[in-house]
T-cell receptor, first 112, second 113 residues
Framework: EDQVTQSPEALRLQEGESSSLNCSYT??????LFWYRQDPGKGPEFLFT???AGEEKEKERLKATLTKKESFLHITAPKPEDSATYLC?????????????FGAGTQVVVTP | DAGVIQSPRHEVTEMGQEVTLRCKPI?????LFWYRQTMMRGLELLIY????????DSGMPEDRFSAKMPNASFSTLKIQPSEPRDSAVYFC???????????FGPGTRLTVL
């Protein structure tokens, strides 16, 4: 069975203090790994898709990387507006419809 | 585009009552997903449709749950009868065929007393 484990569960950062979030996954074959951001009271918002080991994607202060067993979301010099829950999800090669298995998320709080 | 529209945004009901949640997908998106989010279980996929046809309902927890997509512009998730353990935030998400990104609605927060 596909599994996605995110760590840590929660992260408190000072503004400007860079850090990384981890997403470990177990899937028979990886079609894609997805990162989403979720703000309180809202639906998840798409950030990145990664397809193969070694791939990297960047968006503003966020950078996602992928290995064969895990993905990292690096937050460089975070600002308070980066506070959110970050969700990781995987899609297996056996699925072609967009079926995603989500992790529990990492709640990030950035203080001024 | 208004994005994915869900209604109601909040629903409070009593145990045993029927609950109907509604979703209007983004125009042109032909894949639709229903999720449930709780603190204990996180975000779980319940059922998804492609071109209005249910593809996989293995995530639907019990026969009390049912979902329909009568046309490309509308889907419903029904719980009958509702139970307190059904309390959660229910999200609808849609996707354009061939794209990776799922666009989520704002969710419906359901409380069953």
């Amino acid at each position: 069975e596909d599994q996605v484990t995110q760590s840590p569960e929660a992260l408190r950062l000072q503004e400007g203090e860079s850090s990384s979030l981890n997403c470990s996954y177990t899937v028979s074959g990886l079609r894609g790994l997805f990162w989403y951001r979720q703000d309180p009271g809202k639906g998840p918002e798409f950030l990145f898709t990664l397809y193969s080991a070694g791939e990297e994607k960047e968006k503003e202060r966020l950078k996602a990387t992928l290995t064969k067993k895990e993905s990292f979301l690096h937050i460089t010099a975070p600002k308070p507006e980066d506070s959110a829950t970050y969700l990781c999800a995987v899609q297996a090669t056996t699925d072609s419809w967009g079926k995603l298995q989500f992790g529990a998320g990492t709640q990030v709080v950035v203080t001024p | 585009d208004a994005g994915v529209i869900q209604s109601p945004r909040h629903e409070v009901t009593e145990m045993g009552q029927e609950v109907t949640l509604r979703c209007k997908p983004i125009s042109g998106h032909n894949s639709l997903f229903w999720y449930r989010q709780t603190m204990m279980r996180g975000l779980e996929l319940l059922i998804y449709f492609n071109n209005n046809v249910p593809i996989d309902d293995s995530g639907m927890p019990e026969d009390r749950f049912s979902a329909k997509m009568p046309n490309a512009s509308f889907s419903t998730l029904k719980i009958q009868p509702s139970e307190p353990r059904d309390s959660a935030v229910y999200f609808c998400a849609t996707r354009l065929a061939g794209d990776n990104e799922q666009f989520f609605g704002p969710g419906t927060r359901l409380t069953v007393l």
